[in-house]
């Protein structure tokens, strides 16, 4: 299973565009790449996946380059609620056989 | 109103006890899994179970035990034998294979804490 590395914490402010960048250098051919938000004391809560190139959806955006050894979350004009920790996984597509590795994560603090 | 749902949300044990936590989940969904998380720390597999009837050991089962008899219902044990249960526990669910989609829903979690 590809291990990532992304930052431990992040500081933001509220409206800005934050952009978080994970690191996967060994990702196989079959791995997707999958953002996860969680709130203190809460599940984790499926954001965004893609494969290559850039995904978009209602929350936020993922880009990701051609080499695919690493990848950008990013969130349009963040809110004080967007504040929580977020996780980078890199795993085979195919869910119940799946793997998932939830590392440490990236706090990310938004202030007013 | 699907969903997993997890109880109690608070559980104190002596040390020494057995304990078991309740995980439902009424999405159809055919695979379901047990994390284990520390303070600041991410999340570890416990057990996870692909169909009814059977299950595989994740990253962290010794002194954990699971059983999966109906779709709806992955119930994990903490044994006397977990040499350091106190922690915060999730169950998660996912559909099977439908989709290369690696999504989890989970549940509110279980704060466990052994005295």
């Known amino acids: 299973l590809a291990k990532t590395t992304q930052p431990i914490s992040m500081d933001s402010y509220e409206g800005q565009e934050v952009n978080i960048t994970c690191s996967h250098n060994n990702i196989a051919t079959n791995d997707y790449i999958t953002w996860y938000q969680q709130f203190p004391s809460q599940g984790p809560r499926f954001i965004i996946q893609g494969y290559k190139t850039k995904v978009t959806n209602e929350v936020a955006s993922l880009f990701i380059p051609a080499d695919r050894k690493s990848s950008t979350l990013s969130l349009p004009r963040v809110s004080l609620s967007d504040t929580a920790v977020y996780y980078c996984l890199v795993a085979q597509g195919g869910g119940a056989t799946n793997k998932l590795i939830f590392g440490t994560g990236t706090l990310l603090a938004v202030q007013p | 109103d699907g969903g997993i749902t997890q109880s109690p949300k608070y559980l104190f044990r002596k040390e020494g006890q057995n304990v078991t936590l309740s995980c439902e989940q009424n999405l159809n969904h055919d695979a379901m899994y047990w994390y284990r998380q520390d303070p600041g720390q991410g999340l570890r597999l416990i057990y996870y179970?692909?169909?009814?009837?059977?299950?595989q050991k994740g990253d962290i089962a010794e002194g954990y035990s699971v059983s999966r008899e109906k779709k709806e219902s992955f119930p994990l044990t903490v044994t006397s034998a977990q040499k350091n249960p106190t922690a915060f526990y999730l169950c998660?669910?996912?559909?099977?294979?439908?989709?290369?989609?690696?999504?989890?829903?989970f549940g509110p979690g279980t704060r466990l804490t052994v005295l």
């Open positions: 998660a669910s996912s559909p099977s294979g439908l989709a290369y989609t690696n999504e989890q829903f």
């Open positions: 179970s692909q169909i009814v009837n059977d299950f």
